[in-house]
Every structure is written in C-alpha cells, then in structure tokens.
C-alpha cells in the first residue's frame, strides 16, 4: 500500500496539528508511530477500516483524536493540547494483513509513508 502523510509543522505548546494519511489501496487499519531523537519509534494510533475502531496509546489519549473518512482510504490525526514531549517524526503505517489484537506493534504493519516532522515548543 502507498502512502502519502501530510500535516505536521512548528507549534507552541498547547496548540494544535493534523496529520493525514493517503492510502492507494485498502487496509484492515491505518495509523500512526513516532519517533523522537534517540528514542524507539513508538505507537501512537490507529483506527481499523471501518473507521469504527480506534486504539491510542496512553500518553495521547484525550488529547488526540484519529478518523477515518467514511469514502475514502484517508486517516486524520488531529492533535491538541500539544506537548513538548509530542515532539518527533509522525510516520503513517497501515496494514493489510495484521491481527486485530497487536495493533500496537510495529511488525503488523506492511506499508509506511514518509515522516512528517512535528516540533512542539514550549
């Protein structure tokens, strides 16, 4: 699957982003990692193809929202109440084939996009 990520930018803390994600073709569920200097890259959402299920990890919860356009094979992260530690490249993963319990781990995922640069400042 091709992907094409968009968004992303300079923001002050508190403030807000979003991110896109184009896919050519269709995915069980379609996300985002991020990875920050000198750090792993980690999961931060996804949301299956239906749109109907949605899955953050902890430190973004209530704070980021991801959706999937009801037509289209396009996820949108919107972020606010940004953080300094939200700081990193956003990377776009979507997978065809992966199991619908390790949607957190990266090696469920079969197509990545090119990441998109988020720099919050405090």
């Known amino acids: 699957v091709q992907l094409q990520a968009s968004g992303g930018g300079l923001v002050q803390a508190g403030g807000s982003l979003r991110l896109t994600c184009a896919a050519a073709s269709a995915f069980n569920y379609m996300g985002w990692f991020r990875q920050a200097p000198g750090k792993d890259r980690e999961f931060v959402a996804t949301v299956t193809s239906s749109g109907r299920t949605t899955y953050y990890t902890d430190s973004v919860k209530g704070r980021f929202t991801i959706s999937k356009d009801y037509a289209k094979d396009t996820v949108h992260l919107q972020m606010n109440s940004l953080k300094p530690e939200d700081t990193a490249v956003y990377y776009c993963?979507?997978?065809?084939?992966?199991?619908?319990?390790?949607?957190?781990?990266?090696?469920?995922?079969?197509?990545w996009g090119q990441g998109t640069l988020v720099t919050v400042s405090s």
């Open positions: 993963a979507a997978s065809r084939y992966g199991d619908y319990v390790h949607v957190r781990n990266r090696d469920q995922y079969d197509s």
